[in-house]
T-cell receptor, first 115, second 114 residues
C-alpha cells in the first residue's frame, strides 16, 4: 500500500540534534497517529490527531513535538533525544479518529537511531 | 480498559503446516478485534478484523480468525503455511469507550521452514 508515506525511512541523529519526521496520507482520512515500535514491546501510541486537533497525548516526553498542519500531513519534531528513543516510528491514518472498529492504515515507518 | 496478550513471541512451522497464532483479549465492553501483519522493513497491514456478526472472519492470504467470547480469544489460523508468511503478526483490540484507539499485543514472529 502507498496510501501512507513516511520520510525519511532511516535517520541517525546525535542527542543534541533537531530533526523532523514527516508523514503524508493520500486516503482522504480525518485522523492520523504516531506510534513508537521498540524491539520486543507492544506498539506504543504516542499521539492522535482528529481533524487536525490533537485528541490524545500518551504521556510522551516533551522532546517529541507533533504538528498536524492539515488532515493530510503529520510531523514529529525531535529535539535532544536519548538513546532509548531509538525505535521504529510508525504513522497511521484512519477515516475517523473517534470511530470504533475502523481500520488504521500504516506507513512503512522511520527507523530512528540516536547516538 | 482493554488489553491483549499474544501467547508466544516466536512461532516456527514447516512449509505446508498449520499456522496457529494465539491472541487473548480483555475488555469490559464488546471488543473489536484485529490482526495485522508486518513484513520486514514495512508498516503494518490489516489481515482481518472482527466487529460484529459472524464469529469466523476470513482475511487476506488465506488467514482466518475466530472470535470466541467465552474464551476471550481471537486466534489466527492458516491451514497451510507458505514461505511468504514469515513476518510479525500483531493482534489488536478497540472498543467504543476508547474511540478509535487500538491496543496492540506484543507481536508474534512467525518463521516458516522449508
Amino acid at each position: 500500500e502507498t496510501g501512507v508515506t513516511q520520510t525519511p525511512r532511516h535517520l541517525v541523529m546525535g542527542m543534541t540534534n533537531k530533526k523532523s519526521l514527516k508523514c503524508e496520507q493520500h486516503l482522504g482520512h480525518n485522523a492520523m497517529y504516531w506510534y513508537k515500535q521498540s524491539a520486543k514491546k507492544p506498539l506504543e501510541l504516542m499521539f492522535v490527531y482528529s481533524l487536525e486537533e490533537r485528541v490524545e497525548n500518551n504521556s510522551v516526553p516533551s522532546r517529541f513535538s507533533p504538528e498536524c498542519p492539515n488532515s493530510s500531513h503529520l510531523f514529529l519534531h525531535l529535539h535532544t533525544l536519548q538513546p532509548e528513543d531509538s525505535a521504529l516510528y510508525l504513522c497511521a491514518s484512519s477515516q475517523d479518529g473517534q470511530g470504533v472498529g475502523l481500520r488504521q492504515y500504516f506507513g512503512p515507518g522511520t527507523r530512528l537511531t540516536v547516538l | 480498559a482493554q488489553s491483549v496478550t499474544q501467547l508466544g513471541s516466536h512461532v516456527s512451522v514447516s512449509e505446508g503446516a498449520l499456522v496457529l497464532l494465539r491472541c487473548n483479549y480483555s475488555s469490559s465492553v464488546p471488543p473489536y478485534l484485529f490482526w495485522y501483519v508486518q513484513y520486514p522493513n514495512q508498516g503494518l497491514q490489516l489481515l482481518l478484523k472482527y466487529t460484529t456478526g459472524a464469529t469466523l472472519v476470513k482475511g487476506i492470504n488465506g488467514f482466518e480468525a475466530e472470535f470466541k467470547k467465552s474464551e476471550t480469544s481471537f486466534h489466527l489460523t492458516k491451514p497451510s503455511a507458505h514461505m511468504s508468511d514469515a513476518a510479525e503478526y500483531f493482534c489488536a483490540v478497540s472498543a467504543y469507550n476508547q474511540g478509535g484507539k487500538l491496543i496492540f499485543g506484543q507481536g508474534t514472529e512467525l518463521s516458516v521452514k522449508p
